[in-house]
């Protein structure tokens, strides 16, 4: 168990009780849980969260500990889609002796807990966990070799006012079997990244526009619950301020005129609408080459993961 908490005393209090009521030891402050090794710098204020050594092991289970490192999660010239699926008897026996699932499992959960730069490879390669085909394998090692090569990195938080930051992108029609755009946020408290995600949106939009406003609404429900959290925690919160590099999102979002362009929109998408005008969090433009949440809608290049990952505190 990992306790959390504002005030000291309250919490050696709250351990007190336990410990009358369970068996437990206190390990007092924690070095690992759950995978995570946490590493503390109190001279520089420093605190790392790394899983060297799960993924270590997850390489060694699938025999990718020696394999040749890639720069990349996933490189551009995978383009996976259903038609690379196995469609007879024949082409499925190969298949059904990899295990797939199993190196989708252990690597979606280095995503989940520190590894944010491969949230839109594993997001790719996950929708195709009922019936994968070779290339979609190849894409797995491929991120295997990532993470060789990566092993490393580890989020970084520093000492800073407790400021929550939001980015937020969409990739129009990105996804190739049914033409749906891709969903990516990055959130940062202070200097460190604390929650991200990459997913298919659930419309069809029906421009860049539409996938950007829609992204942006279902964002700024997480940021409410951070800033919840936050409270909670004895953090008093300001606006918070989510970042979009698409202006004409940020024009619908804070001019109901353009009806005419969003009415065929659902009323759910216009949430955002009313955070706005209730001062609940700003929506600031930004330039799509400093877009922190890019990394988790497409695949960039080199330069550009390298970007993401510092800005959002992911360093070796």
Same mark, same amino acid.
């Given at each position: 168990?990992? *306790?959390?908490?504002?005030? %000291?005393?309250?919490?050696?209090?709250?351990?007190?009780?336990?410990?009358?009521?369970?068996?437990?030891?206190?390990?007092? #402050?924690?070095?690992?849980? +759950?995978?995570?090794?946490?590493?503390?710098?109190?001279?520089?204020? /420093?605190?790392? =969260?790394?899983?060297?050594?799960?993924?270590?092991?997850?390489?060694?289970?699938?025999?990718?500990?020696?394999?040749? #490192?890639?720069?990349? #999660?996933?490189?551009?010239?995978?383009?996976?889609?259903?038609?690379?699926?196995?469609?007879?008897?024949?082409?499925?026996?190969?298949?059904?002796? %990899?295990? &797939?699932?199993?190196?989708?499992?252990?690597?979606? &959960?280095?995503?989940?807990?520190?590894? #944010?730069?491969?949230?839109?490879?594993?997001?790719?390669v996950s929708r195709f966990m009922s019936n994968p085909?070779?290339?979609?394998?190849?894409?797995?090692?491929?991120? +295997?070799?990532?993470?060789?090569?990566?092993?490393?990195?580890?989020? $970084?938080?520093?000492?800073?006012?407790?400021?929550?930051?939001? &980015?937020?992108?969409?990739?129009?029609?990105?996804?190739?079997?049914?033409?749906?755009?891709?969903?990516? &946020? %990055?959130?940062? *408290?202070?200097?460190?990244?604390?929650?991200?995600?990459?997913?298919?949106?659930?419309? /069809?939009? =029906?421009?860049?526009?539409? !996938?950007?406003?829609?992204? *942006?609404?279902?964002?700024?429900?997480?940021?409410?619950? =951070?800033?919840? =959290?936050?409270?909670?925690?004895?953090? @008093?919160?300001?606006?918070?301020? +989510?970042?979009?590099?698409?202006?004409?999102? %940020?024009?619908?979002?804070?001019?109901? !005129?353009?009806?005419?362009?969003?009415? $065929?929109?659902?009323?759910?998408? $216009?949430?955002?609408?009313s955070l706005l005008e209730d001062e609940v969090l700003t929506l600031i433009k930004?330039?799509?080459?400093?877009?922190? !949440?890019? @990394?988790?809608?497409?695949?960039?290049?080199?330069?550009?993961?390298?970007?993401?990952?510092?800005?959002?505190? +992911?360093?070796?």
């Amino acid at each position: 168990m990992l *306790v959390a908490g504002s005030d %000291i005393d309250e919490i050696k209090i709250l351990k007190t009780q336990l410990s009358k009521e369970f068996d437990m030891k206190d390990l007092c #402050p924690t070095k690992k849980i +759950l995978g995570m090794q946490i590493t503390r710098d109190e001279q520089k204020g /420093v605190l790392q =969260l790394s899983q060297a050594e799960y993924i270590n092991r997850v390489l060694k289970r699938f025999n990718m500990g020696d394999a040749k #490192p890639v720069s990349i #999660p996933l490189a551009s010239h995978f383009r996976l889609s259903q038609e690379q699926s196995p469609q007879t008897e024949e082409e499925k026996e190969p298949m059904a002796k %990899i295990p &797939y699932a199993s190196a989708i499992e252990s690597l979606m &959960y280095a995503m989940v807990c520190t590894r #944010p730069d491969i949230g839109h490879a594993m997001g790719v390669v996950s929708r195709f966990m009922s019936n994968p085909g070779k290339a979609h394998w190849e894409a797995v090692k491929w991120i +295997l070799r990532y993470l060789r090569g990566t092993t490393k990195k580890c989020l $970084h938080f520093g000492k800073r006012e407790m400021k929550v930051k939001g &980015y937020v992108d969409a990739d129009f029609a990105g996804e190739v079997n049914h033409r749906r755009s891709t969903t990516g &946020y %990055i959130f940062i *408290v202070g200097t460190g990244t604390v929650s991200w995600m990459s997913r298919i949106q659930k419309i /069809v939009a =029906l421009s860049t526009t539409e !996938a950007e406003y829609v992204a *942006v609404t279902e964002v700024s429900k997480e940021m409410i619950w =951070l800033q919840g =959290l936050l409270t909670e925690l004895g953090f @008093m919160q300001e606006r918070c301020a +989510l970042y979009s590099d698409s202006q004409s999102a %940020i024009h619908v979002a804070k001019n109901s !005129a353009f009806h005419s362009r969003t009415k $065929h929109i659902g009323l759910r998408y $216009h949430f955002i609408r009313s955070l706005l005008e209730d001062e609940v969090l700003t929506l600031i433009k930004i330039q799509g080459s400093k877009n922190h !949440a890019d @990394m988790l809608t497409k695949v960039v290049t080199i330069d550009k993961l390298k970007l993401c990952s510092t800005s959002n505190g +992911l360093l070796e």
